[in-house]
Nanobody
Framework: QLVESGGGSVQAGGSLRLSCVGH????????MGWFRRAPGKEREGIAA????????YYADSVKGRFTISQDNAKNTLYLQMNNLKPDDTGVYYC?????????????????????WGQGTQVTVS
């Protein structure tokens, strides 16, 4: 139900924009997020947005470099990634859920999210 696109290979300092299309979601009053699984590491949340208020949340590792946004008319979630670093390499997943809220530990709580895309690979060299 969630389909990511936009991954690829890029040199350090470059940019990519990921897209996530949800074909069946209304997206109203959902949290939507981007998670990343780096090689040898646990999946972590890096950016999230509450679709009703558009309040955004970011992991410290991407603050100031990544921007999450939504286009409700297109049922599409975006992740603009600038100044990419080799540590940003990994599989990026789009996720959604009607969570009650996002606490300060949300980045490590991927199991609370029920709707996932298949992932898209980002490689930064």
């Amino acid at each position: 139900q969630l389909v990511e696109s936009g991954g690829g290979s890029v040199q350090a300092g470059g940019s990519l924009r990921l897209s996530c299309v949800g074909h069946r979601f209304p997206y109203n009053n959902y949290y939507m997020g981007w998670f990343r699984r780096a090689p040898g590491k646990e999946r972590e949340g890096i950016a999230a947005i509450y679709t009703r208020s558009r309040i955004t949340y970011y992991a410290d590792s991407v603050k100031g470099r990544f921007t999450i946004s939504q286009d409700n008319a297109k049922n599409t979630l975006y992740l603009q990634m600038n100044n990419l670093k080799p540590d940003d390499t990994g599989v990026y997943y789009c996720a959604a859920d009607r969570l009650a809220c996002l606490g300060s530990t949300w980045s490590g709580e991927s199991l609370k999210w029920n709707y996932w895309g298949q992932g898209t690979q980002v490689t930064v060299s």
